[in-house]
């Protein structure tokens, strides 16, 4: 995983509340393997729509995104944030998320921030762009700072660019020292 320290792009806003994560990546788009090509599928149903929201052209490359309350919500779809991720988003900004969906962003490098409802509504309406930086815990842009909270161990985790496996490896010696102290309960050359 790439570390995140902060991001600076126009957003792109999806104004639209209980986006459930079905909405974000259809289940007919499940049968990959692969962590990437996700994007492609993103929003798929709405993309079909004349004036979809982030087909206007002035979102294009947009690495943020704001959005409404509850997104993300539905079931725990490891691919919605694969998708959103895939397509080009770093962070997304929303009042509030599904938790596990919250969670599975933040094991991949994708930020969720959340926000008042009314700060993220002033976001919307900034022309321009936005920056969200984990670092100090504030979205800046158009004349506005606002503090966010976010977990400190997701936060280290995200800064240092460690997901799980990582994190488990930085205690690779003290794991090999256990395992070399600790007999061994089963003969392991002798099940070959």
Same mark, same amino acid.
């Given at each position: 995983?790439?570390?995140?320290?902060?991001?600076?792009?126009?957003?792109?806003?999806?104004?639209?509340?209980?986006?459930?994560?079905?909405?974000?990546?259809?289940?007919?788009?499940?049968?990959?393997?692969?962590?990437?090509?996700?994007?492609?599928?993103?929003?798929? #149903?709405?993309?079909? @729509?004349?004036?979809?929201? *982030? !087909?206007?052209? +002035?979102?294009? /490359?947009?690495?943020?995104?704001?959005?409404?309350?509850?997104?993300?919500?539905?079931?725990?779809?490891?691919?919605?944030?694969?998708?959103?991720?895939?397509?080009?988003?770093?962070?997304?900004?929303?009042?509030?998320?599904?938790?596990?969906?919250?969670?599975?962003?933040?094991?991949?490098?994708?930020?969720?921030?959340?926000?008042?409802?009314?700060?993220?509504?002033?976001?919307? #309406?900034?022309?321009? @762009?936005?920056?969200?930086? *984990? !670092?100090?815990? +504030?979205?800046? /842009?158009?004349?506005?700072?606002?503090?966010?909270?976010?977990?400190?161990?997701?936060?280290?985790?995200?800064?240092?660019?460690?997901?799980?496996?990582?994190?488990?490896?930085?205690?690779?010696?003290?794991?090999?020292?256990?395992?070399?102290?600790?007999?061994?309960?089963?003969?392991?050359?002798?099940?070959?």
């Amino acid at each position: 995983m790439k570390a995140f320290r902060s991001v600076t792009s126009r957003a792109a806003v999806l104004d639209r509340n209980d986006v459930d994560t079905d909405q974000i990546v259809p289940k007919q788009f499940l049968k990959r393997i692969e962590r990437t090509g996700f994007g492609q599928f993103l929003f798929h #149903a709405w993309r079909q @729509e004349p004036g979809f929201e *982030l !087909e206007r052209p +002035e979102y294009a /490359g947009a690495r943020i995104l704001l959005t409404g309350r509850n997104f993300g919500c539905g079931s725990s779809r490891e691919h919605a944030p694969w998708a959103l991720q895939d397509y080009g988003f770093d962070a997304i900004v929303a009042p509030s998320y599904g938790d596990i969906f919250a969670q599975n962003c933040t094991k991949i490098g994708l930020l969720p921030v959340v926000l008042p409802e009314e700060q993220v509504r002033e976001l919307m #309406a900034v022309d321009g @762009e936005l920056t969200v930086d *984990l !670092e100090a815990r +504030e979205v800046r /842009g158009g004349g506005h700072v606002f503090a966010f909270a976010f977990d400190d161990f997701a936060r280290h985790s995200l800064l240092h660019g460690l997901d799980e496996i990582g994190l488990t490896l930085q205690h690779e010696e003290r794991i090999a020292a256990y395992e070399r102290e600790r007999p061994q309960l089963v003969d392991t050359l002798a099940l070959g």
